[in-house]
């Protein structure tokens, strides 16, 4: 399924931002301290419940559940982006994907049989408001992960993928749009990340999540209705067009945050 015009393919989701910082910190480019800053971002608190050995109902910050991974085994995160009818990045089981699905995202511990899914509760009035997360840790499937590709791989489909991006914006008029459609693109940009993913990330990995979000930004301008003025039918047949590449970009992405790990596979 299409991601809304409302969501910014440039916001670096929070598993992301997990996988990067703890990759980091497993491989000892990064302090404890450091990685669970950055993974908390802007947020105001992030807390793990459900880990191994643990209460059920046992709370705990990043820095600790981190530790506390490493200390059973962990070798590396990796990244899942699922959306329905494509569970990219799972092995299972069915109730671990499903919280999956339902958040979008999630993290799978390497060398651990267990998963991470956020849970972002925004609270607060309008213009003040904060945000919390609960990560649940879960038992997943020890199972290669779903459709995920190798960086390689990654870097030829969005190749392919941003030429088929830009035609497809033409043969939809979205290139009618001009200014808007470029204005659009440029405040994409400038929300972006100036250092994406984390210490120990080949370059490579860097420019390929750069490429993927730049495609998204593309497909989302499309999905926005930007150009001539289109109809309900219209529009369905922009999302059946440009669906594969949404596809091929957040492959691409999984591939990036995922490279700290495969690569060296």
Request: aromatic share 4%.
């Amino acid at each position: 399924m299409l991601a809304t015009p409302a969501d910014n393919p440039y916001q670096e989701p929070r598993s992301g931002r997990l996988t990067a910082w703890g990759n980091a910190l497993l491989a000892g480019a990064a302090s404890p301290d450091d990685a669970a800053a950055a993974v908390q971002g802007t947020d105001d608190a992030h807390r793990v419940t459900g880990l191994p050995g643990e209460a059920p109902d046992s709370l705990h910050g990043l820095t600790w559940a981190l530790g506390r991974l490493r200390s059973l085994g962990a070798k590396g995160l990796r990244l899942a982006l699922p959306v329905a009818g494509h569970p990219l990045g799972l092995t299972g089981p069915a109730s671990f994907n499903a919280l999956a699905l339902g958040a979008g995202e999630a993290v799978l511990v390497v060398g651990v049989p267990y998963g991470l899914v956020p849970e972002v509760e925004v609270y607060g009035p309008a213009g003040d408001q904060g945000v919390r997360v609960l990560w649940q840790c879960l038992p997943v499937n020890d199972a290669p992960p779903a459709d995920v590709p190798s960086l390689d791989e990654a870097e030829r489909e969005l190749a392919d993928g941003l030429r088929q991006a830009t035609a497809a914006l033409v043969r939809l008029d979205v290139a009618g749009a001009g200014p808007e459609a470029l204005r659009a693109l440029d405040s994409f940009r400038r929300r972006g990340h100036r250092e994406p993913l984390a210490p120990g990330y080949p370059q490579r990995a860097v420019r390929v999540l750069e490429s993927a979000r730049q495609v998204s930004a593309l497909l989302h301008i499309a999905a926005g209705g930007h150009g001539a003025a289109v109809s309900a039918s219209e529009m369905a047949a922009r999302r059946e067009t440009l669906a594969p590449l949404d596809r091929t970009a957040r492959r691409a992405q999984v591939a990036a945050y995922n490279a700290a790990v495969d690569e060296r596979r």
